[in-house]
């Protein structure tokens, strides 16, 4: 069975940092892309921000220059490291990540999701 846990969300003031870290466990045969993503209530879950399997990263505009997504894949783990945080980056983030199972092929997967708040 393969899970992705998130960690590091909270509560925190506006121009503060804070840093996410996503782990993918289970058995499979290898990871592709990895990204965040988050919403909010009444809106379309957005996309963040997307690393693949060589390191290629894609941003959302809203967010370009202030976060920086990476992963370590000897711990098949992704991270996004959030500083200048603004009251709109407040919404529920989820980990997403695009894995191949052995005999299964490959299937998307998502996190839990980890609330972050930035207060004004």
């Known amino acids: 069975q393969v899970q992705l846990v998130e960690s590091g969300g909270g509560l925190v003031q506006a121009g503060g940092s804070l840093r996410l870290s996503c782990a993918a466990s289970g058995s499979f045969a290898s990871i592709r892309t990895m990204g965040w993503y988050r919403q909010v209530p009444g809106k379309l879950r957005e996309l963040v921000a997307s690393i693949t399997s060589t390191s290629t990263t894609n941003y959302a505009d809203s967010v370009k220059g202030r976060f920086t997504i990476s992963r370590d894949n000897a711990k098949n783990t992704v991270y996004l490291q959030m500083n200048s945080l603004k009251p709109e980056d407040t919404a529920v983030y989820y980990c997403?990540?695009?894995?191949?199972?052995?005999?299964?092929?490959?299937?998307?997967?998502w996190g839990q999701g980890t609330q972050v708040t930035v207060s004004s």
């Open positions: 997403n990540a695009d894995i191949t199972r052995y005999g299964y092929g490959n299937r998307n997967f």
